[in-house]
């Protein structure tokens, strides 16, 4: 049974509408004081950090109500990278981790991804018990006037955060003489990124630094990387770097301006990880990892598997298999090394250690030849839709032709009203006859 509010990747919608509303922030603020304080005794301490969008100024207040009414202590850090919050849960030694994002969604949707003590997010069965709260009568978790939590802003959330990613490269690491052009997506990352980098020495062209609330994903970030391709060609950069909209999501392009999906990152990492025996077990992908690079990991001798979709369920995984990489196609990649979510910066910085001798991003990151893959969209008003025996006629149809020669994906957007078409074959005319079958029976 699917869960009620909580999709792939927490709670995603379009703002005052649905669930993403101030009266239903309440509600989930006091919901998950509720799920925390019954877990111990003692009072308990949550921290939240967001991305740029308009909509969190309104959405916070309400979740930082509903939490301190239900006896929490809050910590507030202000605009910060997804993982940097989730680095911050643990390092805080916090009972929980709230992040306000709709990662790479526009500026007029909004939702909350929430982690646990050891900065991993939640799992299904958690997140149903706390759906049985959010839905049970606020009066019986509304806590005594005496035990209200308390609220405190934090200016330095950022500092934090780049101080322990720092921490995970030798001391003379540095990146002088490298030109890099990133997009931060005016998203979560536009304060910790380009002060990292610059910090390191690297001459930066920033793009995306400039949130108006409005603005977040907006032809920028890792979900149009046409903007770094024709940076990197103008500035004569050494490398692109694009993140999404709370930092998570990492898409690079090569100094020729070529760009490198969360794959072919994957499988460089995977093979220099080898190498350097720190490589444990293999590699997780998801059902939209490109086949090309289930066949280089075969031949270098690298255990992968796919999980569903979302980097929850990529972690999950590693965790259950004892893995310390996987990812997504899209640029969700966790390096279980250092960290327990997706995380951009953290990437862009391990991608940049492997450059350091002068390798050339092209040199570097082409690593396998990707399968022609097709992805196609469609906005529906019900993704049930998929559901009905005219999808499902068309799905069959479309399969008996890919049959032998390739693959299909349909499947629901966990955050999104669409319907994602995802096909790979090397007969690229084949692909778009089956997709363009699908797409037919849906619209």
């Known amino acids: 049974m699917s869960n009620k509010y909580f999709g792939t990747d927490g709670i995603r919608g379009t703002v005052n509408k649905g669930n993403i509303t101030g009266e239903k922030f309440f509600k989930f603020g006091l919901a998950t004081a509720t799920y925390f304080k019954n877990q111990k005794k003692t009072k308990q301490v949550a921290i939240i950090a967001k991305d740029t969008r308009l909509s969190g100024y309104t959405l916070e207040p309400a979740l930082v109500s509903g939490l301190a009414s239900g006896g929490m202590h809050i910590f507030t850090l202000g605009p910060l990278p997804t993982n940097g919050l989730a680095m911050l849960t643990k390092y805080m030694k916090a009972n929980m981790g709230i992040m306000i994002t709709a990662s790479h969604n526009p500026y007029y949707d909004n939702g909350l991804k929430l982690f646990g003590p050891d900065g991993m997010k939640l799992s299904d069965k958690i997140e149903k018990k706390i759906e049985k709260l959010i839905d049970a009568k606020i009066t019986k978790q509304l806590t005594n006037p005496r035990l209200l939590g308390r609220v405190k802003r934090l200016e330095d959330g950022n500092d934090k955060y780049i101080k322990i990613l720092?921490?995970?490269?030798?001391?003379?690491?540095?990146?002088?003489g490298t030109k890099i052009v990133l997009d931060c997506g005016n998203g979560g990352g536009y304060i910790a990124a380009p002060k990292l980098l610059k910090n390191l020495g690297a001459q930066v062209v920033s793009l995306g630094v400039k949130p108006n609330g409005f603005n977040i994903n907006d032809k920028c970030g890792s979900t149009y990387p046409s903007k770094i391709q024709s940076a990197v060609k103008k500035h004569r950069a050494n490398v692109g770097i694009s993140f999404d909209g709370d930092a998570d999501r990492i898409?690079?392009?090569?100094?020729?301006?070529?760009?490198?999906?969360?794959?072919?990152?994957?499988?460089?990492?995977?093979?220099?990880?080898?190498?350097?025996?720190?490589?444990?077990?293999?590699?997780?992908?998801?059902?939209?990892?490109?086949?090309?690079l289930e066949s280089f990991l075969r031949k270098e001798k690298i255990k992968f598997f796919r999980s569903k979709v979302g980097d929850r369920h990529v972690k999950e995984k590693m965790k259950k298999l004892n893995f310390n990489l996987g990812g997504e196609q899209s640029g969700h990649i966790i390096l279980g090394k250092f960290a327990t979510t997706g995380d951009g910066l953290m990437v862009a910085l391990e991608v940049l250690f492997s450059m350091r001798k002068g390798k050339k991003a092209s040199q570097l990151l082409n690593v396998f030849q990707p399968l022609p893959q097709i992805l196609e969209n469609v906005i529906v008003k019900d993704k049930n839709i998929i559901n009905k025996s005219k999808c499902k006629n068309a799905i069959k149809k479309a399969n008996k032709l890919m049959d032998g020669h390739g693959r299909l994906l349909i499947r629901k957007s966990g955050t999104e009203p669409k319907i994602r078409i995802m096909g790979e074959s090397y007969n690229k005319n084949l692909i778009l006859k089956c997709v363009k079958i699908i797409k037919r029976s849906i619209k």
């Open 166 to 176: 720092k921490k995970n490269f030798p001391n003379n690491f540095n990146l002088r």
């Open 251 to 292: 898409i690079m392009c090569d100094e020729n301006s070529k760009i490198i999906d969360g794959d072919q990152i994957i499988a460089m990492l995977a093979r220099r990880w080898k190498e350097k025996r720190i490589l444990r077990g293999g590699v997780i992908g998801t059902l939209m990892s490109n086949y090309g």
